[in-house]
C-alpha cells in the first residue's frame, strides 16, 4: 500500500488538490488549492486533510504516524516558497490556521491570525515592517486568539485586560474624558507591549505554562485545537440538528499571513460575483479599509460597499474585478469571496458556491445557460425543491428583526412552509364561520380528523399540539400548499375555555398570531409577511425540467378544486383519488355514508349507498373534466368504517334519530367497529371483500361519471384502484367485479371508455408476490406511506415517541432521514424494487408509480425514477418539486453514467438500471453517491461572512 | 392430446383403475379397484371419474363430450362380464349407483340400489330368483330412493304411505291390534304391488312424469343426481367447515347389485380388521342377516357382533376371515370394510383405511412394524398431530349421550382441547382464591390479559367471550395444555351481578359447567371425563420420531414450571423465553415495573429497575437450573409499556400513591403511551433504544443468573434475544451493549460462560436486510406471529371481522387455513426462506428456529423443516406434536425424493432443498403436493357406516 498523504500544499500557481476535493480537504482547503491553479492570488500554504481527523479520532486522539514529519516537510516548503521562516527574528513567516469541513459548519474553531509571532520573531516583524506598533498589535491579537481559541481561555478576561489598560493607562496619556471610548489604533506601542506582557500572564495563569515561544509548537497546538472543535458540544449538536451524516471530519489550512490592516492601501472584503437576492448579475459585497479578517466578523466599523471601494482604490478594484470573471468562467456559478488588499496586493482567502435567494437561484441558472456557461442540465440540477417552495409561499419578512424577537411565543415542527397571520379558532366550524366573513383564521388544534376539513380548508393556517409531518394535519395542508405547524407539545389548549396557553402567555379566540411554517415558529400579533412572486426565469426553468425528464408526474387530488390547482402546476393526471373524503364534504354525505355503516344487512345497505351515488358520480364527472385528456386514477374506499362515525353519545344519539333505529343499535354498532390495530385492520380492499355493494356503487358512480362526461367531449381515462390488496386471488375476484359493473354501465351508455384497473400496493405481502398480481392488474401505484408502516412495523401516528432516536447518529442511526418523509430506499425501497422487477416479468407494460407522501420528496422521487417507476403522484403544491427531482434524477444518471463509463465499472451498474437509466442509456444506473454529495453541497456552507449576506428567504 | 378418458371398469379380477388414483376415482372407486385387482370378490362395475363432475360444472352443468357413449360402452361391457341385461325382462341387471368423493363427506347423495328395475324387468327378477316378494320389495325400495335420492321428492311421503298401507291393509289381512307394530317383511307381496303404483303416483304428482321405465334414463337419473349433490348446501358447507378445498368433485360408482336380504344365507355387514378402539388385533364389527345396506344403516334391528356371525355362519365367515388377512397383507394397515353376503357367497363393497382413536393410532402402527408389515418411518407418518392431543388431554365421556345433549349450552372457538369441569367465576383473583381451597375453577372472561395469568394458571378451564385461536386466552392456555374455548360471542357477561347468561340460561358465580375444549362446546354441570394414559406405544413411536427427526424442537416457556413440563414433552431446550411475563406475577413485581414507566428521567427508572433486578436474577436461576445442560432463548423486554400499567383512574391512584406521586403525574404518564396502533408502536428492542436502562438490568439479571448457576454445576447456554429489531446497525448497537453488559458480569463471577447474542426477527424490514443483521446476529428466530401481521397488514385482534371471508373458499380464498394458526407458506413463508438464504450467505453457522405459535402447527412445522431452519420452539404442550411434525418432514422429504428421483426431477425441485432434505439428500426438496394429499387423506373419511364405528374421541 502506497504511504497515505496527509498534507496538500498549494502556492505559487501550483497546488496539489483541486476543487473537486472537498470531502479530503474541506470546501476550504478544496476552493484554496483551486484558485491557487487557475492562477489567482492566493497567499501560500497546506492543508492537513479530513482524513487525519478521522484517523484522529478512530486511534483514541493520537495523530496518525508520519504526519508530524510530513507537517514538517511543508512548513519547510512553505518556508522556502515565502522566503520566510517560522519565528525568524529577522523576517518571520506568519501564519493563519483555519478549520475547514467539507460542509460549512457554525461551532467548530474558526481562524487563529498571526501564528509565528514570539517575543523574539515581533521585533523582527518590527524591523522588516518598520512598523513596530502593528508588529505588536498582530502580537496581542496572536496571544489573545490562540489563548481564547485553541486553549479555551474565556474571551473576556483578554477583552477586560484592554480596556482596563486604556481606561488606566491610554485615557490617560491621551487625556480622553471618562464618558468617551477608546480605539483600539489609540492604543500606542508601549502601552501594547505592556498589553502583552499581561495577557502572557493571563495565559500562565489559565494553562500553568508559559505562553508558547516555539512556533512549532505554536502550530500544534492549533492544529490540535482544530480537530478539537470538531467533537466539541456545539459542533455535534450542529450536526445532529442538520442531519449531517457520513463527514469524515474537517481539514486543517495553514496558510501564510497576508495583512489587510497595514494602512489606507489594505483592506479586507467579502462579496458576491452576483446579486444574492435578486440574482442580477451585478457585482456585490462588502469592504473595510486597514482591517484584518476578525475586524469585517466583529462589525465595528461600517464596511463599503463595492461602488465606493472601487472610487477608493480603483487599482485593487480591478484586480479583484478581474478574479470575479475569472472565478466565474471557471466554476460556472455565482461565487461567494473573501479577499485582503495589503498594500495594493489583492489576496484572495476563500472562495465557494454563493448562497441565494429562490428568485436568485432561478434567476442566475437561467442566466448562465443564457451566457452560454452551462448546459439546461447544469441549470436543472442546481435548483433545489427549498427553491420551489420558497418562491411559491409567502414568508414573513425577516427584517423586522425586533418584532420577530419580541413576539416569538414557541417552536413547533414545520409541516408544511409558508407563512401565515390570522385570528386564532379552535373548532373547524368555528372556522368555517369566521373565514366565511372573510377573517382570517389560524385554526389550532390538539390534533385534526377528517372532520375538521372544511375548517382546516377555510383557515390561512393550521396549527396543532401533536403529530409529525406526516399526521392528518400535515398531510392535508401540504396538499393545499397551507402553512402548517405541527406537534407543537408545549401548547395546551382548552377547548372549553377557548384558549390555549404557551409559555406562560395565554392566547384566547380571536387573538392574531403568526405562523412561519418554514422553521415552525409561532408568533403573537400579524406580523408583516413578503409575497411570492413567481419570476420568469421558473417557467424557463421548468420548461427545462419537463424537457428532461422522463418520468411522469401526477397528482394526489381528491376534489375538482385540487384537480385544477395541480394541472395548472404541471401535473400530468390523478395518481391517487381518495374517494373517501368526498363523504366527509357535507351534512347530507357524512350522513349517507353512515346510514350505511350502521345498515346490518346487505338491503339496508343498498339503499343507503344509493343515495351516495348521485353525490359520488357528480364528483367524478367534475374531476374527470378538470383532468380532460389525463388519466385519472380512482382509490376505492379505504379506511375502516370507524372513522366515518360518530366516538360521542351526543353525535351517536343524533345519528340514531337520523336513521330512525335506537340509540343503542348505532352504539354497538359503532362499538363493533372498534380496532386494536386500525392500521392492519378491517380496511381498504377488505371492504370490499365483505361489502361488495360498497365496490359495486364506486364503480357506478366512476364509470357513469366517466360515459356522462365522454358523450360531452371530455376525454376521459379511468383507473380504478383497488387498495391493500394482499394476493392475485383476492385481487383478481375483487378485479373481476369491478370490470363486470363497468361493462354493464358501458354497455348501458353506449359510449367507449378505456379504463384500467389496478392496485395499490401497500402490504409488504402484495409486493412479495407481486407477480402474480401483476398477471391481474393492469397497473400499480405503491402506497409507500402505509408500505413503510408495516415493513418498518412503524406506526407514523405512533413513531413519535421512539422514531427521533432512529435519525439519531449517535442512537440507532438507521434512517438518514424520516422515513415517512423520505423513502427508506434500503429497506421498503428494496422491496420495492424487487417488486418492480417481479411485476414486469410478469407483465412487461404494467405501469408502475407511486402515491405516498414520497411522492413529493426529492430524494424518494429520484430513487422512483432510478428503479423504474413510470410516474410518481405527489400532492399538488409538490407538483414542481416533483418534476424538478425527476429531471434531475437523469441528469444525475447521466453523470453517473459518465462516471461509471470513464472508470469502467458500468457493467456492475447496470444491473440496477432503472426507468432513468433505460431511457438514458442501458448501461447507467444509480448514481454515485459521491457525486450527489458533492452536488447538495454546492449550494451550501453558512459561515461567519454570510452574516452579511442576506438570508435564502426571499427578502428584497 | 389423446382423448381423455372418462370411465374406469373393474370386475372379474381386473381393474383399469387402482387404490392410488383417489383423487380421480374417489375414495370408494380406487378402493373397489384395487380389491378387485388383487383378486378379492367385488360385484363388477365402472367409476366415472371426479375430472367429470369437474367439468360438468365448469361447463355450466353440461356433461363432456363423449361422456354418453363411454358410459354406453361401460355398461355393454358390465352386461357382458354379468351375462345379464340392464332392463331385461327374463334376467335383468340391476345395479347400485353411489357417489364418492376423493375425501368422504357426508351431505352428498349416498346410495341408490336395484337400479334396472321397470315394471317389466320386476317380473324377470322375480321369476330368475322365484321370489316375487323379494323382487317387489327391491322394486319399490328403487321407487322410494330413486324418487327421494335422486329426484328429490320428500321421502316422508313414501313412508307414510308405507305406514298408511300397512295400518290399512296389512293390520286388516293380519288382524294385527292397531298398538303392534307391523314390520316391513309383513307386508305380502299383493300389497307391495299396491304399494308400488302408489309410490309413482307419488313420483308422478311430483316430478310431473312418470316413474322412467327406461334403464337407461334411471341410470342418468341417478348419476345427475350424483353430480348434482356435489354443489348441494350441505356437501359445500361441509367442505367449508373442514377446509377441504383443490378438491375436483365427486365420482360415481355404478355397481352390480348383490343382495344380503336374500334369507337367512344372506346379509350384510361392517368391520374393522381390528378394534379401532384399542388398537388390538382382534377382527372387529357388525353383520346383520338378510338385509340391505340401508337396513344396517337404519338401525331396526340390533345386528350380531362377529363372533356370533361365525358361529351362525361359518363358511361366510371364514371366507370374510381370508379378505381380512388379504386386505391387511395388502394395504399394510387397519381397514374398514363393507360386504355383503348373498347366499353364503361374500362379496366386498367397499374398503378403506380405518378410523381409529389415538391410543389405536399409537398401538396399530407398532404393532404393524412389529409384524414387519410397515417400517418405522411409515409408522410414525401414520400418526396425526390430534392422536397426540387425543392422548394428552381429558375428554369428555361421549358414552352420556343424553346427558351430553340436555347440557349443552353454547359452542365457541375449539381454542385448546381437552376437557374440564368446574366452578364458574369471573376475575382472576376469584379464581386463585377458588383454586386455593382446591375447587375446580373456570375462569370466564369477555377476554384475557396479562394480569389475569395467575387466575387463569389456578383455573381447570377458561372460556371467554371473545377471541379467537390466538388471542391472549388461547395462546397462554396452549402454553399450558389447559382446555381453553374463546369467541363464544353469545355469552352475554356481567362482572358485577357474577353471573352470565346464554341462550335464556344463567350461570352465577359457582354453578358449574364443564367445557369440551376439543370442539367448543360448553355444558350446564359437571360431565363425566375420561382420563388420558399414556400408552406404551407412544413412547415407542416418539422414540422413532427422535430417531428420524434431523431439526431440534424447543419450547416457549417463561417459567421454571413451564419449561419443566416442556423438558418432559421432550422439549430441547428454551426458544422463546418472554421476559415480561414475569413481571406480571405479583403484586410486588408489577409494582416495580409500573414503578419503572412511571419514572420520568434515567435516575429514577434506574432505581426503579433495581428493585426488579434481583427478582429476574433469581427467576432466571431456576429456568438455567431446569433447562441445565440445554439452551435457553431470553427475549428481552417486548411489549409497549401501556400494557403494564393501569388504565382506570382506581388503578392509577393507586400506583401514584405507591409511587408517591401525585396522581395526575400517573394519568398523564399513562395517557402518553397510548398508541394508535400499539401493534407497530414503542415496543421491542425500541425500548432498549429509548431506554438503555432496562436492557442493562435485564441483561445484567441473564448473566448474574447464569454465572451464579454455572458456579453450582449447572451447565448453562443463556441466548439472549432482541425482540423486533429493523437494521443491521440498530442491532449491532444493541448487541454491543449486550455484550459489554454481559463482559463486566462474566470477568465480575470469574465463571466461564458461553453465550450467544441474536434476534427475532418480526418485522419484513428484518426479514428483507437478514444478511446485513446475520452479519451481526449468532442466531434468528422467527417471530412469525408479528411478522404474519406485518406481511399481510392484517391486525390478529382485529381480523376476526374479515379473516374468515380469506379462508373462505367461496369469497377471497387466499389462505387455506388460519395464517396465524398455520404459517403462510406462501407470503410469509417466502419471506422468511429468502431471509434464510440471505442470513446464511453472510454467517453460514447462524442458528436459526422459529418461536411464534406456529412452531405447534404441524404443517407450518414441516415447512421450516423444509427450508433449513435448524428448530422450532413450541409450547410445552405442543412439543410432541412439533417433534413428530419434524420426522414427518423427513419421511415426506425422502418420499418425495424417492417420487423425484424415479420421475427425474430432482434436479429442478433441489433448488429449493432445506434442511431435510440437506441431512437425507441433497437433491430433495419439497415433497410433491399431490404426496402430501393422499397421505393426509388417508386416515379420513367418515361416512353412514362409521356410524357403528365409535368415534376417535378415546371412549373406551
Not at 287 to 307: C, F, H, S
Not at 318 to 324: A, P, S
Not at 835 to 845: F, L, N, P, V
Request: net charge positive.
Amino acid at each position: 500500500m502506497p504511504k497515505q498523504k496527509f498534507v496538500y500544499f498549494f502556492g505559487a500557481g501550483k497546488a496539489e488538490g483541486d476543487g473537486s476535493m472537498k470531502e479530503l480537504l474541506g470546501g476550504k482547503g478544496a476552493g484554496l488549492a483551486e484558485m491557487t491553479s487557475i492562477g489567482l492570488p492566493v497567499p501560500a500554504g497546506f492543508t492537513i486533510t479530513t482524513e487525519v481527523c478521522d484517523l484522529y479520532y478512530k486511534n483514541g486522539k493520537k495523530y496518525p504516524a508520519g504526519l508530524k514529519e510530513e507537517v514538517q516537510a511543508h512548513v519547510a516548503k512553505l518556508e522556502k516558497a515565502t522566503g520566510k521562516k517560522l519565528g525568524d527574528p529577522k523576517d518571520p513567516l506568519l501564519v493563519s490556521v483555519r478549520s475547514g469541513a467539507p460542509v460549512s459548519m457554525p461551532g467548530m474553531m474558526e481562524t487563529i491570525l498571526n501564528l509565528g509571532l514570539t517575543d523574539k520573531s515581533v521585533t523582527g516583524l518590527a524591523e522588516k515592517t518598520g512598523n513596530k506598533r502593528f508588529a505588536l498589535d498582530a502580537y496581542r491579537r496572536f496571544i489573545m486568539m490562540y489563548g481564547s481559541t485553541a486553549m479555551g481561555i474565556d474571551r473576556e478576561k483578554f477583552d477586560d485586560e484592554f480596556e482596563k489598560l486604556k481606561d488606566e493607562v491610554t485615557r490617560k496619556r491621551l487625556k480622553v474624558p471618562a464618558d468617551k471610548k477608546i480605539g483600539d489604533t489609540d492604543v500606542n506601542a508601549e502601552e501594547l507591549e505592556t498589553l502583552i506582557t499581561r495577557y502572557k500572564a493571563i495565559y500562565k495563569k489559565a494553562i500553568k505554562k508559559d505562553f508558547p515561544q516555539d512556533p512549532s509548537e505554536q502550530l500544534w497546538g492549533a492544529i490540535s485545537a482544530v480537530f478539537g472543535s470538531w467533537m466539541a458540544d456545539k459542533a455535534v449538536t450542529y450536526r445532529k440538528v442538520e442531519k449531517l451524516v457520513g463527514i469524515k471530519g474537517t481539514a486543517v489550512n495553514i496558510v501564510q499571513m497576508v495583512f489587510g490592516n497595514k494602512g489606507d492601501t489594505s483592506g479586507t472584503g467579502v462579496c458576491f460575483t452576483r446579486d444574492p437576492n435578486s440574482g442580477e448579475n451585478v457585482f456585490y459585497g462588502d469592504y473595510l479599509i486597514n482591517a484584518q479578517g476578525e475586524d469585517v466578523v466583529a462589525g465595528i466599523r461600517t464596511p463599503l460597499k463595492l461602488a465606493d471601494f472601487a472610487r477608493k482604490d480603483p487599482a485593487a478594484y480591478k484586480q479583484l474585478c478581474d478574479v470575479r470573471v475569472k472565478l466565474e468562467k471557471h466554476y460556472k456559478d455565482m461565487q461567494d469571496l473573501e479577499f485582503t488588499v495589503e498594500e495594493g496586493k489583492l489576496y484572495m482567502l476563500q472562495c465557494r458556491t454563493g448562497k441565494r435567494s429562490p428568485a436568485a437561484a432561478f434567476k442566475i441558472a437561467v442566466d448562465l445557460v443564457e451566457e452560454k456557461l452551462i448546459t439546461k442540465e447544469t441549470a436543472v440540477s442546481r435548483i433545489k425543491s427549498s427553491d420551489i417552495e420558497g418562491i411559491f409561499y409567502p414568508a414573513i419578512d425577516k427584517t423586522q428583526t425586533s418584532e420577530l424577537k419580541n413576539a416569538f411565543l414557541v417552536q413547533g415542527i414545520d409541516a408544511v412552509p409558508g407563512a401565515a397571520s390570522g385570528k386564532v379558532c379552535f373548532s373547524a366550524d368555528r372556522a368555517e364561520a369566521m373565514a366565511a366573513k372573510n377573517e382570517s383564521v389560524i385554526l389550532v388544534r390538539k390534533e385534526t380528523s377528517p372532520e375538521d376539513v372544511g375548517g382546516m380548508h377555510a383557515a390561512a393556517g393550521i396549527l396543532t399540539a401533536t403529530g409529525g409531518k406526516t399526521s392528518h394535519a400535515a398531510v392535508v395542508a401540504r396538499g393545499w400548499g397551507k402553512c402548517c405547524i405541527v406537534g407543537c407539545e408545549k401548547l395546551a389548549i382548552d377547548y372549553e375555555k377557548k384558549v390555549f396557553t404557551v409559555n406562560g402567555v395565554s392566547v384566547s379566540e380571536g387573538d392574531l398570531i403568526t405562523l412561519d411554517g418554514s422553521n415552525g415558529n409561532v408568533y403573537k400579533g400579524a406580523l408583516k409577511l413578503v409575497m411570492p412572486k413567481l419570476p420568469k426565469s421558473y417557467e424557463m426553468i421548468m420548461k427545462w425540467v419537463d424537457e428532461i425528464r422522463t418520468v411522469k408526474v401526477r397528482t394526489n387530488a381528491d376534489t375538482p378544486y385540487d384537480a385544477a390547482a395541480a394541472r395548472l402546476r404541471g401535473a400530468e393526471g390523478i395518481g391517487l383519488c381518495r374517494t373517501e373524503h368526498m363523504f366527509f364534504d357535507t351534512e347530507e354525505r357524512i350522513l349517507a355514508i353512515r346510514r350505511m355503516i350502521i345498515a346490518d344487512n346487505s338491503e339496508d345497505r343498498k339503499q343507503a349507498l344509493k343515495k351516495l351515488l348521485p353525490i359520488q358520480t357528480k364528483d367524478f364527472e367534475k374531476i374527470f373534466k378538470a383532468m380532460d385528456g389525463l388519466g385519472v386514477t380512482i382509490r376505492l374506499i379505504d379506511p375502516p368504517l370507524h372513522e366515518f362515525v360518530p366516538h360521542d353519545k351526543e353525535g351517536q344519539q343524533l345519528l340514531a334519530k337520523a336513521c330512525g333505529v335506537p340509540y343503542e343499535v348505532v352504539k354497538q354498532r359503532v362499538d363493533k367497529l372498534h380496532e386494536a390495530n386500525p392500521m392492519l385492520g378491517h380496511r381498504g380492499c377488505r371492504l370490499a371483500v365483505t361489502y361488495p355493494e360498497i365496490l359495486d356503487m364506486q364503480v357506478t358512480a366512476i364509470m357513469t361519471a366517466a360515459c356522462n362526461m365522454a358523450k360531452k367531449g371530455v376525454k376521459v381515462f379511468p383507473e380504478i384502484m383497488i387498495p391493500l390488496v394482499i394476493d392475485a386471488k383476492e385481487f383478481s375476484m375483487l378485479e373481476q367485479r369491478v370490470r363486470a359493473v363497468a361493462s354493464e354501465i358501458i354497455a348501458k351508455k353506449a359510449v367507449k371508455i378505456q379504463y384500467k384497473v389496478g392496485t395499490m400496493i401497500e402490504t409488504p405481502r402484495a409486493a412479495i408476490l407481486a407477480d402474480g398480481i401483476a398477471s391481474h392488474a393492469e397497473f400499480f401505484s405503491f402506497g409507500t406511506n402505509d408500505l413503510t408502516q408495516m415493513v418498518l412495523g412503524m406506526s407514523r401516528d405512533d413513531a413519535g415517541k421512539f422514531l427521533p432516536d432512529y435519525v439519531d447518529e449517535h442512537k440507532a442511526a438507521v434512517f438518514k432521514a424520516d422515513p415517512f418523509q423520505s423513502l427508506d430506499q434500503e429497506g421498503v425501497g428494496l422491496l420495492i424494487k424487487s417488486a418492480i422487477e417481479k411485476a414486469r416479468g410478469a407483465r412487461g407494460d404494467i405501469k408502475i408509480g407511486i402515491c405516498g407522501e414520497h411522492g413529493g420528496d426529492p430524494e424518494s422521487v429520484k430513487f422512483c425514477c432510478r428503479i423504474g417507476m413510470d410516474y410518481v403522484s405527489a400532492s399538488p403544491f409538490r407538483v414542481p418539486v416533483a418534476r424538478l427531482a425527476a429531471a434531475q434524477a437523469v441528469v444525475e444518471a447521466k453523470a453517473s453514467e459518465s462516471v461509471a463509463g470513464a472508470s469502467g465499472r458500468s457493467s456492475a451498474r447496470s444491473a440496477s438500471a432503472g426507468r432513468v437509466a433505460r431511457k438514458t442509456s442501458p448501461a447507467a444506473g444509480k448514481p454515485a453517491a459521491a457525486s450527489r454529495k458533492t452536488a447538495a453541497s454546492s449550494g451550501e456552507g453558512a459561515k461567519s461572512a454570510a452574516k452579511k449576506a442576506p438570508a435564502r428567504s426571499g427578502k428584497k
